[in-house]
């Protein structure tokens, strides 16, 4: 039987398997969290960027209508039930209103006749009561029913001007009871599928970045263990067993913690920002007034946006790009102005540094104690300034975070 430093071949073998299993598990439950809370986020994020934009489009639907509306009214009002001159100098007015690259008015009587189309003027005088979009969806006489009833929106597929081809358009129709007309305008919203395409792509490239990141870990960890089993010595098994526990140990309190700071963050910021949109959407449906309804779809809308940045911020705490791509100093000067705006404090970086001297992990230390000392100072110091200073002192690299009531120090 082969030896090699006084342990046996397959004793060294059983040594690397009962090492690298807790390993294997580990990275594996690591991969395995980082893969579905950045699911969790990509569908998060859609879902606002789809709400905010959808939102958007609709007041500007609402302001077109609005315009169309005052344009035609002088000539309206003043009409009466069969004043053909009239109905005809609206119908002009109407097929003039263009906006935008594909920004156009229709015009339809009650029974599904055609008045004005601008951009297919062979169907003027056409009755499409039974036109379908590609989904078999009845458009005109949801157009016409929803004007009948006040006015709405009414989403559907239609052709594109631009694109020539049917995409998913949502219109806003109003009714001129008088003549028994549907008059309405549309806006194209297949971009906003096309936003959260994007934020899917981006937020799978990241995944991706960081699911081989972890493999290269794995890889150079097991290879830097195998290494070590080739000459391990069988009195030092016992020593190893206490050091791959405390390791394990380690990496599963450093999780712990980094979990906890998360859930608090989410609880404390996003849950109470999300419940406050709760309440606001209650509101809307219990709302007696107009200007009860537009105060709470404001408020709505402002604590969205708040949550947005929010999940922002997160997001670039647990992987901030500029420390990676542009080194420490950009990244503590960024951090810094970053909680200058967001906390009101004023927050000052300084440095006396070479940084050829500062290995890559200490980087990434000096700069999550940098961001948990500023997030300290923020949430319970009660500070109006703080200082941070990256120097070296005798060959150590030194980090110093100073704010009114307390001062924090890391030697690295």
Do not use: C
Not at 82 to 111: C, K, M, P, R, S
Not at 215 to 232: D, E, F, K, P, Q
Not at 326 to 341: I, M, N, P, R, T
Not at 346 to 370: C, G, P, Q, W
């Amino acid at each position: 039987m082969t030896t090699f430093s006084g342990i046996n071949s397959p004793l060294r073998v059983k040594i690397l398997v009962l090492a690298m299993v807790p390993l294997l598990l580990m990275f594996g439950l690591i991969i395995g969290l980082v893969m579905i809370q950045s699911d969790n986020l990509s569908k998060n994020q859609a879902s606002v960027i789809r709400s905010e934009t959808l939102a958007s489009k609709k007041q500007e639907l609402l302001k077109y209508v609005e315009l169309a509306r005052a344009s035609i009214s002088p000539i309206y009002d003043a009409a009466h039930e069969n004043d053909t001159d009239a109905q005809q100098a609206v119908i002009d007015i109407l097929n003039n209103l263009t906006y935008g690259e594909d920004g156009y008015f229709f015009a339809y009587t009650y029974d599904g006749t055609n008045l004005v189309l601008p951009y297919q003027p062979e169907m003027v005088g056409t009755n499409i009561w039974d036109v379908e979009d590609s989904r078999g969806f009845k458009l005109l006489q949801a157009l016409i029913r929803t004007a009948q009833e006040g006015g709405g929106f009414v989403d559907y597929y239609w052709h594109k001007p631009s694109k020539k081809e049917q995409v998913k358009k949502l219109s806003y129709a109003i009714g001129l009871e008088k003549w028994g007309w549907m008059v309405g305008t549309g806006v194209y919203i297949d971009d906003i599928d096309t936003q959260v395409g994007t934020v899917h792509s981006k937020i799978a490239e990241t995944i991706s970045k960081t699911f081989i990141g972890l493999s290269i870990a794995l890889v150079i960890t097991i290879g830097i263990m195998a290494s070590l089993a080739t000459s391990i010595h069988i009195n030092a098994r016992e020593l190893a067993s206490q050091k791959l526990q405390v390791l394990n140990r380690q990496l599963i309190e450093s999780q712990e913690e980094e979990r906890t700071r998360i859930a608090r963050e989410l609880h404390d910021g996003i849950n109470q920002m999300l419940v406050s949109v709760k309440y606001r959407l209650d509101n809307i449906s219990e709302a007696k007034t107009k200007d009860e309804l537009d105060q709470n779809i404001v408020l709505g809308q402002e604590t969205l946006d708040q949550a947005v940045t929010e999940l922002r911020r997160i997001s670039k705490d647990l992987k901030p790009a500029l420390l990676d791509d542009l080194g420490l100093l950009v990244a503590l000067d960024d951090l810094a102005k970053e909680v200058s705006l967001r906390s009101g404090m004023t927050v000052l970086f300084d440095h006396h540094i070479n940084m050829k001297h500062v290995s890559k992990s200490a980087e990434v230390t000096l700069y999550r104690v940098a961001q948990e000392a500023l997030h300290n100072a923020e949430k319970h110091a009660n500070a109006e300034a703080v200082d941070i200073i990256l120097q070296e002192e005798e060959g150590e690299i030194v980090l110093t975070i100073a704010d009114d009531a307390s001062v924090s120090k890391n030697i690295g």
